[in-house]
């Protein structure tokens, strides 16, 4: 049984079925890969799991070590120690990185601070008093929103294109904080058009047309991003869906 099980998922937009009859187990304390082409589901996927609005009705259940949690609303998952981590990460005029970082830890400690920034390449003497809004570069808020994650010690992670808009360097910051939320016992879902992404995932779900039609191994789902849609006859060109993505 994993920590989220997805159990006859299906999700229909303004008369359209996004998502197609879902079933999927989330191992516990293991780092899971979500790919497919632009338009597979694949973030609509991780919004139906936080319960972001507009994505709260659907078919089938949701649950979280072994409660159905479709009826609550996306600060009750938050509280259960789910959390999303965005593609483009939010501002926040007139809030310091410190101020972000105790709230997302849900306690006033300066030792938090500094140990995740630090976790994060970023000099706390430096970053603690910076303001989370437009001065900071997108890796730089990349890394914050991170530290952020690490500082809450969340159970369940999602994380919507990691690598969009930073650079070499920030993501390698990246890949060392997934590492940390995995020795912490905590489980992580990448959503990713990366294959340096993928490669950081214990398995792999490839979704096409709102449906998963292959998971296992990174060695399996290794070939779509060779241009195989494995099971069907989708053409995918991932590194141009990742510029698309990121552009």
């Given amino acids: 049984m994993g920590i989220v099980e997805v159990k006859d998922l299906s999700l229909a937009l303004n008369g359209e079925t996004i998502l197609d009859d879902l ?7 293991h780092i899971h890969a979500v790919v497919g082409p632009n338009g597979a589901g694949k973030s609509t996927f991780a919004y139906t799991l936080m319960g972001l609005a507009g994505y709260r009705h659907f078919d ?5 070590q072994g409660q159905s949690i479709k009826d609550l609303g996306i600060d009750e998952r938050a509280r259960k120690g789910m959390t999303l981590g965005w593609q483009e990460p939010a501002r926040y005029e007139g809030l310091s990185v410190a101020q972000f970082l105790q709230a997302a830890a849900r306690r006033d400690d300066q030792a938090i601070v500094t140990d995740v920034l630090e ?8 970053y603690a008093r910076r ?42 910051h990246i890949f060392q904080a997934l590492k940390f939320l995995k020795d912490g016992g905590a489980t992580v879902v990448l959503i990713t058009h990366s294959l340096s ?9 490839l979704f096409c047309g709102g449906r998963i039609v292959d998971k296992g191994s990174i060695e399996k789902i290794r070939p779509y991003f060779e241009g195989n849609c494995l099971p069907c006859d989708h053409q ?10 990121n552009s």
Avoid: C, Y
């Fill in 60 to 64: 089938g259940d949701l649950m979280f």
């Fill in 131 to 172: 303001a989370v809004d437009a001065t900071l570069s997108g890796g730089e808020r990349k890394k914050i929103e991170m530290a952020s994650i690490l500082a809450m010690h969340a159970k369940f992670v999602m994380l919507d294109e990691p690598d969009s808009g930073i650079d070499v360097s920030s993501l390698q």
């Fill in 23 to 29: 079933t999927v187990d989330f191992w516990e304390g």
């Fill in 236 to 245: 995918n060109n991932p590194e141009s869906e990742a510029k698309e993505s």
């Fill in 197 to 205: 992404v993928l490669e950081q995932a214990d398995h792999a779900f």
């Fill in 119 to 126: 976790k994060m390449g970023l000099d706390p003497q430096i």
